[in-house]
């Protein structure tokens, strides 16, 4: 099903408008009264139905802590727009201002809700708990996602290879049935660290997604001065419109959709693409840098982003699919900073000054071979000289660099399990793998391949571009052949 079509609504006719200052809120007020007006309307909002509309009456609210609108349990409304055209809200620094910031997938930390599953394949509805009575952590019509392979070892939430969510039809003895099959498979050999895994994720597993996760809201004109901090938005979807960031900008986390129109984030601080995203898009939107972290994201969608001010960058991206209209920047890097591999991307009328991949590396040294192209290294995620990064995710590609980062060879993962305290990862590399490829020698360093499919249009500004725009659509990164 289309994102669009899981929109409840984009109706200007609201079944509930509210005025901000009926609940105290005032440009004039103290920052407790204020923070104190939030609350209050979060409780209001709580007990409604329907779709709703707040607005903000133009000028500057200052608050004593963040400004978090619908971050209540036991939310019923299904679609929230918060009125804010002529609105700055300044709070502390150090504080998240945000929608729903509490909300989220419920794990370890939260009554340990994370839930094994038995290995299931794609294209089926139903998993199999391996705990039987765990039912009772799940009611039908709440979503959840569905998840496997731990990158970090860390996080909240997690840094999820593979992932989707999915909303519950059904409850039986020990299974959940979902509205829509499955789009990928999951391992309950997949590798469990941290502890256990308890809360990270790892094998198949299941998280809970809490109640009011599952709303829309939408920001409209508001601006969000510099606090040192992100600004979160974590229901179902996230919509900002018309909106200014002094710095760091929205921080896409655990959304089914997130999506930026007309905004702009010109501050010093970038945009940090977090984790367990399905789409995100950015709309006639200019957000100086944006950094992917992991590609714990499936899709990106990017229409008319000129970046404009200093250090100009686009880091990364995510793992199923790429489109880029009409990007300016300075660098644009494939490949994620630290965990997971970018997926196909298409770019058209884009141009960059420079052109390049992210070049976050496992020294090969850290593995050993045990034939058969299974490699294995002690502990994990990452390896003892790379515990930052991640590339052993089922699926993706990687590559083998000599000591200058020049490319030898591509080689694919096709699982990753665990024992005795390592990690071991099939791959088709020879055995064992030659200290010369290709006119490259070893010593050799892993990356993942900074992108399988690149198909450009039109693309400008450096040579990377210029050679891709002139080669078949879906040629390697760099014609690193795969």
Request: hydrophobic share 30%; aromatic share 10%; net charge negative.
């Amino acid at each position: 099903m289309g994102i669009n079509r899981r929109l409840t609504s984009t109706s200007n006719v609201y079944d509930n408008n509210l005025d901000f200052s009926s609940f105290g809120g005032s440009p004039g007020a103290s920052g407790s009264t204020n923070i104190a007006a939030v609350s209050s309307f979060n409780t209001a909002y709580a007990a409604l139905s329907g779709s709703t509309k707040l607005y903000v009456p133009p000028g500057t609210y200052t608050g004593n802590a963040a400004f978090n609108f619908a971050n209540t349990v036991g939310i019923a409304g299904s679609r929230l727009v918060i009125d804010a055209y002529g609105v700055t809200f300044t709070a502390p620094g150090g504080a998240s201002n945000g929608v729903a910031i509490s909300s989220g997938l419920i794990q370890g930390g939260d009554d340990f809700k994370e839930t094994r599953i038995d290995t299931v394949s794609a294209q089926s509805s139903t998993v199999t708990l391996k705990t039987a009575g765990q039912t009772s952590r799940f009611s039908v019509g709440q979503w959840c996602i569905v998840s496997g392979i731990n990158m970090q070892g860390a996080g909240d939430p997690p840094n999820l290879g593979i992932f989707e969510h999915k909303k519950i039809q059904s409850i039986g003895t020990g299974t959940l049935t979902f509205t829509e099959p499955l789009v990928n498979s999951y391992k309950d050999t997949w590798p469990a660290y941290s502890g256990g895994g308890v809360g990270r994720g790892g094998p198949a597993t299941v998280y809970p997604l809490q109640g009011f996760w599952d709303q829309e809201v939408e920001v409209k004109g508001a601006t969000f001065t510099d606090t040192g901090n992100l600004t979160y938005g974590k229901p179902r979807v996230m919509l900002w419109t018309d909106c200014t960031f002094d710095t760091y900008g929205p921080c896409p986390t655990l959304n089914l959709l997130f999506r930026s129109t007309r905004c702009t984030g010109a501050g010093t601080g970038g945009l940090e693409v977090d984790k367990c995203v399905h789409r995100i898009e950015f709309i006639d939107s200019m957000h100086r840098a944006v950094d992917f972290q992991s590609a714990s994201v499936n899709e990106v969608y990017v229409s008319n982003m000129v970046q404009t001010g200093s250090n100009l960058r686009w880091r990364g991206g995510a793992r199923n699919s790429n489109t880029f209209i009409n990007l300016q920047t300075t660098t644009f890097n494939f490949g994620v900073m630290n965990y997971g591999c970018m997926g196909p991307t298409t770019m058209t009328d884009c141009s960059a000054t420079t052109g390049t991949f992210f070049n976050q590396t496992t020294p090969f040294s850290d593995m050993t071979e045990e034939g058969g192209g299974v490699l294995s290294y002690d502990g994990g995620p990452g390896s003892t000289n790379a515990p930052f990064h991640y590339w052993a995710v089922p699926g993706c590609n990687a590559v083998l660099l000599d000591s200058s980062n020049n490319f030898a060879q591509s080689f694919q993962v096709s699982d990753v399990s665990q024992a005795g305290g390592r990690t071991y990862v099939h791959t088709n590399l020879p055995d064992p793998v030659p200290s010369t490829i290709n006119g490259r020698s070893a010593p050799w360093k892993i990356i993942a391949h900074p992108c399988p499919s690149v198909t450009m249009t039109n693309c400008s500004g450096n040579t990377l571009f210029t050679t891709h725009s002139g080669l078949p659509a879906g040629t390697p990164f760099n014609e690193w052949t795969l």
